[in-house]
């Protein structure tokens, strides 16, 4: 069971802004960094966002991230079909001494 | 361009040894600045971290599986491995290898191997 919860799904319509929370606590999210990764069907993660709220060379800015306490935040805008996808939060556990992912979040275009 | 490809049986017998390797091209596995590690995502779930090596080869392990998993790097080849002992259905899934910097970004990932526990 993971120690970072999401919600499990979340949907808009096309052009519009959805966005997936992710919670932890201090002794992960609080005091370490977050990534956000996108999963499309049947293929490997692929990282969105790094140090909280940076995008990797070819990532658009249509992509955000932010970090608030011990919660996480990414932000999607101008929603295209090719965002249908499970998104996933991941940081540094330091009481668990591991690095962790969240439960996931299946993003649907209405 | 990075890529990494896992290789390894897609089958496993129950309370038999899980064995992977992960082929690096386009970079040096001895690399100082990335980790590699192994992620498993059973069907239907979420990734789950196994453990990483530096190109030294120290390691690290998820807690609960530390007793069970040993990762190992040949920089010679440019390749590291990984060994699941004691496997049980509950290990089956697609284990992914991947390239990590120390806070835990992952940047780069296998396409994955999809293995099965079964008798």
């Known amino acids: 069971q993971s120690v970072l919860t999401q919600p499990p799904s979340v949907s808009a319509a096309p052009g519009q802004k959805v966005t997936v929370s992710c919670s932890g606590s201090?002794?992960?999210?609080?005091?370490?960094?977050v990534s956000w990764y996108q999963q499309l069907p049947g293929t490997a993660p692929k990282l969105l966002i790094y140090?909280?709220?940076k995008r990797p060379s070819g990532i658009p800015d249509r992509f955000s991230g932010s970090k608030s306490g011990t919660s996480a935040t990414l932000g999607i805008t101008g929603l295209q079909t090719g965002d249908e996808a499970d998104y996933y939060c991941a940081t540094w556990d330091s009481s668990l001494s591991a690095h962790v992912f969240g439960t996931g979040t299946k993003v649907t275009v209405l | 361009q990075l890529q990494l490809q896992e290789s390894g049986p897609g089958l496993v017998k129950p309370s038999e040894t899980l064995s992977l390797t992960c082929t690096v091209s386009?970079?040096?596995?001895?690399?100082?600045?990335?980790?590699w590690g192994w992620v498993r995502q059973p069907p239907g779930k979420g990734p789950e971290w196994v453990g990483s090596i530096y190109y030294t080869g120290s390691t690290y392990y998820y807690p609960s599986l530390k007793s069970r998993v040993t990762i190992s790097i040949d920089t010679s080849k440019n390749q590291f491995s990984l060994e699941l002992t004691s496997v049980t259905a509950a290990d089956t899934a697609v284990y992914y290898c991947a390239r990590h910097k120390t806070n835990g970004d992952w940047v780069a990932w296998g396409q994955g191997n999809l293995v099965t526990v079964s008798s």
């Open positions: 386009g970079d040096s596995i001895s690399s100082r600045t990335y980790y």
């Open positions: 140090d909280n709220n």
């Open positions: 201090s002794s992960n999210i609080g005091n370490n960094y």
